[in-house]
């Protein structure tokens, strides 16, 4: 499992007064840094392998501003060429979110998928949820 | 269905090139705006009856800064508090993503949910996806 | 003077009610999408001629969810090879915020400014602020 | 001088390849909170006491995904119910952009600007540029 604690920015709040619900994609997707940098050493954008095929995400609980949030990132399925990635996020005990998100080691030259590395794959195993 | 036409924003767009997997969410949450108008009259932000549950999104092809994107939005499921939303991005006629918002219709004094309206509902039946 | 017409979004609203003050450089950076495409014809990221020097935004009034805003866009001064455009965002017959940001022609490969095109420079000129 | 220490997020890039300029704003703005602490404590956005008059920023170097941002942010100038922060953020030894923002302690019931009270005032002093 990753962690990423964060603090929720004001510009991240909504009129209701609690955290935006289209902000969760972008706390996960931060979450996911550290699977970014496994795949795409050096973190260059002009050499990119993965791409997103999918994300949901389930609002279990009102997100509050000026209170800490933990993000908890882990493998849910490696499969040959892509895996689902789970995120719970959670503040002051309480899991107030968590989604999923389907990604593909991608080939973007030839715009095809190509099979994850055997050292990537062995590093991903250890963060398989239990 | 209801339709909402937009042109991706610079600060939409990511390092890869396109439009960043985050804004979807942020574009669909947009075209609920008449689902909004219908619960919430006068758009009141201090007397608001919604709250959304669940959402997801699928990437179905890359979508380009510069070009027009539609969202077509319409009701899958309406129940006797919730109902599912759901939404698809079009662009240059291809489908480049599509995903689905689950709302509850919510007494947030009460903090329960309450029946959808005789009236709403009425209206909403006319944009069920067919 | 170029006009562009929008629907604040509901994830632009921030817990105090109103639209966030960080979401006017947006708006205004998505208002100078004709400069963009006078620039860069073709909005070829990959061919880009522009960088911004520096933005500032003054904030007049609360900007509303669920009402419109027209954001007016036009030439304060048109230099060598940089420029100041102006922005002023409307709501309700109110200028709720106005704002300004300097960019520049700029060569992305050479890394340094060059001179704003003739044919270019004519059409901004129809667009000064009188 | 507070510092906000920072990780660039994917979705905070732009088709350029670096960190959008928009984003500037909500990382000054992030980087404020110790600010709104003083003002609110408790962060209770039903009891602020702050409005943002103006803001601006100054690109000065391109800010690159993958590496960290220390934001600094200190006091430029405190008048009697308004004041000027001043922020810088600097990625790997380089000053990349820098900015200011005009807050107003402000009384949101009586709508009218209210003087910053001594013991805030004092704190404040302390984070005063040199």
Chains 1, 2, 3, 4 share one sequence.
């Not at 840094?33 to 999918?54: Q, R, V, Y």
């Not at 993000?71 to 005990?93: F, L």
């Not at 979110?97 to 593909?104: F, L, N, Q, R, W």
């Not at 998928?113 to 991903?124: A, Q, T, Y």
Request: net charge negative; with cysteine; aromatic share 10%.
């Amino acid at each position: 499992m990753w962690t990423n604690t964060l603090s929720p920015r004001f510009a991240e709040t909504d009129a209701l007064g609690h955290i935006n619900n289209t902000v969760l994609p972008v706390w996960f997707e931060d979450s996911r840094t550290p699977i970014f940098e496994l795949f795409c050493p050096g973190m260059d954008t002009n050499d990119w392998h993965l791409i997103i095929a999918k994300i949901d995400v389930e609002f279990l609980a009102e997100i509050y501003f000026g209170k800490l949030v933990e993000i908890r990132t882990y493998m849910i399925k490696i499969g040959n060429s892509s895996m689902v990635v789970g995120h719970e996020a959670w503040q002051e005990g309480i899991m107030v979110a968590k989604g999923s998100a389907v990604m593909v080691h991608f080939d973007h030259t030839a715009k095809a998928s190509k099979p994850i590395p055997k050292d990537v794959r062995e590093i991903l195993e250890k963060h398989m949820h239990t």
